[in-house]
C-alpha cells in the first residue's frame, strides 16, 4: 500500500510520519502530483495560516489536485479548514471540497487558541470505528468548522462545531490524531483500512 503525505508549505509532517510508523506504516512526504495521484491513501496536514497555505498550494496546482483525488484522503487540523469552502482566517477562499464555512471562536471568557485535550462525541462513520464515544483527542486551533450534516464526531468548546467531517472519500478532523495517544492511533488505523 502506497501512504502520501502532500508537502506543503503549512504540514505538521513529522509528527504524522512518526505515527503512521508506530503502526507499521511507511509515507512518502511528496507535491509530486503524479506520485500524489498514483497513492491508496493520501493526507493532508496543516499547522499555520489558511491564506498563506492556500497561494502556495494554488501556487502548486495541489488545489484542484486534491479536490480531484477518488482515494481516501484525511485532513488534519488546517487541512481540515482548508477543505472547506471560506476562512474567516484574512478571508480566504479555500478549496470548497466541503460546502463549510470556518469561523473563528468566540472569544467572551474563553482562551483562544484552544489548545489541549477535548473530547469528540456523537461519533458515525468508518473512520470512528472502535472508538469510544467522548474519547479525548489533542487540539491546538482558533478556528472551527459549523456543526453541519457532514459531522461524523462534534465537539464542545465554546459552542459545539464540527470536530470531524465526512463527504464521500474526503474525511476530515480538526484535532491531531497523531498527538492523541492510543486513540488517534486507532483512528489513523481506521483511515488505513478504509477501502
Known amino acids: 500500500m502506497k501512504v502520501v503525505i502532500i508537502k506543503y508549505n503549512a504540514g505538521n509532517i513529522r509528527s504524522v510520519l512518526f505515527a503512521l510508523e508506530r503502526i507499521g506504516v511507511q509515507a512518502v512526504v511528496t507535491d509530486n502530483h503524479d506520485e500524489i495521484r498514483a497513492a491508496d491513501k493520501v493526507i493532508f496536514p496543516g499547522v499555520g495560516e489558511a491564506s498563506s497555505a492556500m497561494a502556495y498550494l494554488r501556487a502548486k496546482g495541489l488545489d484542484e489536485l486534491i479536490k480531484s483525488l477518488k482515494q481516501p484522503v484525511l485532513g488534519i487540523c488546517l487541512g481540515m479548514q482548508l477543505m472547506c469552502s471560506h ?10 471540497i466541503f460546502d463549510q464555512k470556518v469561523r473563528l471562536f468566540p472569544t467572551a471568557g474563553f482562551k483562544i487558541p484552544q489548545i489541549g485535550w477535548n473530547n469528540i462525541a456523537h461519533l458515525k462513520s468508518d473512520l470512528m470505528h472502535g472508538v469510544p464515544e467522548n474519547a479525548y483527542m489533542y487540539f491546538v486551533h482558533s478556528y472551527y468548522v459549523e456543526n453541519c450534516a457532514e459531522a461524523i464526531a462534534t465537539t464542545d468548546y465554546v459552542i459545539e462545531y464540527s470536530s470531524a467531517i465526512q463527504k464521500a472519500n474526503f474525511y476530515a478532523v480538526q484535532f491531531h490524531p497523531e498527538k492523541s495517544g492510543d486513540v488517534g492511533q486507532k483512528i489513523l488505523e481506521n483511515f488505513i483500512a478504509l477501502r
Open 87 to 96: 476562512s474567516e482566517e484574512n478571508d480566504t477562499d479555500c478549496m470548497g
